[in-house]
């Protein structure tokens, strides 16, 4: 095995292989746990429809529901978000997620208005914001409104990072990377998908291709397009497989690349962004 491959698995905590049950609990209690640790009642999450998400959601439904019978308090609370730019294309799998769920409430806030008048502001700024940049904003515009809702009802916000972004840093910094609680963190995408196999979720919603959608010169481009390597050798390298080795390359060029993601902001205290 390559050494900073045995690093980055070491780093993010991912087996070669799962027990599903196990690791959908082990999630469950970890939720579980933050509230009973913190005083906190309510979990908040954007739900897009994908994967990640989708299972989130139901790691925070059923952490909720098991809570409420536990400590016989109803106010225990799951909040699924509804967080489109405009219309969103696959509205309906986002719809079925949170029926699969069954979440508590469901809140939702189109972000379009605020995205376009950050934008504008820039523009009047004399300042070009390109279609990439939009696209982050959006994601931080997500990200706001979750942290409105949590803000409002005394909650906790969750994030859907798990390995494979991390690996990458394929997401938003203090857009969806940023969070209070991470179940999916350590499991990579195929091993997210054998848990909601195994929990029988809606098959559409996770064997459609991932995406991010925050382009719109690019509408709907698959991840592994913008990434350059799929997720198969995503999910190999982190397992501890041997893969090809231009795949092999980009993908610890993504890592070295990205590393500011998985970092706090520097300080006079770091030295990794030196090296």
């Known amino acids: 095995m390559r050494q900073l491959q045995k690093e980055i698995i070491a780093t993010l905590g991912v087996q070669p292989t799962i027990e599903p049950l196990d690791e959908f609990r082990r999630s469950v209690e970890l939720l579980k746990a933050y509230l009973l640790h913190t005083g906190l009642k309510v979990y908040v999450l954007g739900i897009s429809g994908g994967q990640d998400s989708t299972l989130a959601g139901k790691m925070a439904q059923t952490a909720i529901d098991e809570l409420r019978t536990e400590t016989g308090d109803a106010a225990y609370e799951f909040v699924a978000m509804?967080?489109?730019?405009?219309?969103?294309?696959?509205?309906?799998?986002?719809?079925?997620?949170?029926?699969?769920?069954?979440?508590?409430?469901?809140?939702?806030?189109?972000?379009?208005?605020?995205?376009?008048?950050?934008?504008?502001?820039?523009?009047?700024?004399?300042?070009?914001?390109?279609?990439?940049?939009?696209?982050?904003?959006?994601?931080?515009?997500?990200?706001?409104?979750q942290y409105g809702v949590a803000g409002a009802l005394g909650g906790v916000v969750i994030g859907t990072d798990h390995a494979a972004e991390a690996i990458t840093g394929f997401y938003t910094k203090y857009g969806d990377g940023a969070a209070d609680i991470t179940p999916l963190y350590r499991l990579n995408?195929?091993?997210?998908?054998?848990?909601?196999?195994?929990?029988?979720?809606?098959?559409?919603?996770?064997?459609?291709?991932?995406?991010?959608?925050?382009?719109?010169?690019?509408?709907?481009?698959?991840?592994?397009?913008?990434?350059?390597?799929?997720?198969?050798?995503?999910?190999?390298?982190?397992?501890?497989?041997?893969?090809?080795?231009?795949?092999?390359?980009?993908?610890?060029?993504?890592?070295?690349?990205?590393?500011?993601?998985?970092?706090?902001?520097?300080?006079?205290?770091?030295?990794?962004?030196?090296?």
């Open 189 to 275: 995408k195929r091993q997210g998908r054998q848990i909601l196999a195994f929990l029988n979720a809606p098959k559409h919603l996770y064997d459609k291709v991932p995406t991010a959608d925050l382009e719109e010169d690019r509408p709907a481009l698959p991840d592994e397009i913008a990434l350059g390597v799929s997720y198969d050798d995503l999910d190999d390298y982190l397992e501890g497989k041997a893969i090809n080795e231009p795949a092999a390359i980009k993908i610890e060029q993504w890592y070295v690349k990205t590393a500011h993601k998985r970092h706090n902001p520097v300080s006079v205290f770091d030295s990794w962004w030196q090296k």
């Open 82 to 145: 509804r967080l489109p730019f405009s219309e969103q294309a696959d509205e309906q799998d986002a719809l079925d997620a949170i029926a699969w769920q069954a979440a508590d409430r469901t809140v939702r806030v189109n972000i379009q208005a605020a995205t376009e008048g950050i934008v504008k502001q820039l523009n009047a700024a004399g300042l070009n914001v390109s279609d990439y940049n939009k696209g982050n904003i959006k994601a931080r515009q997500r990200m706001i409104a």
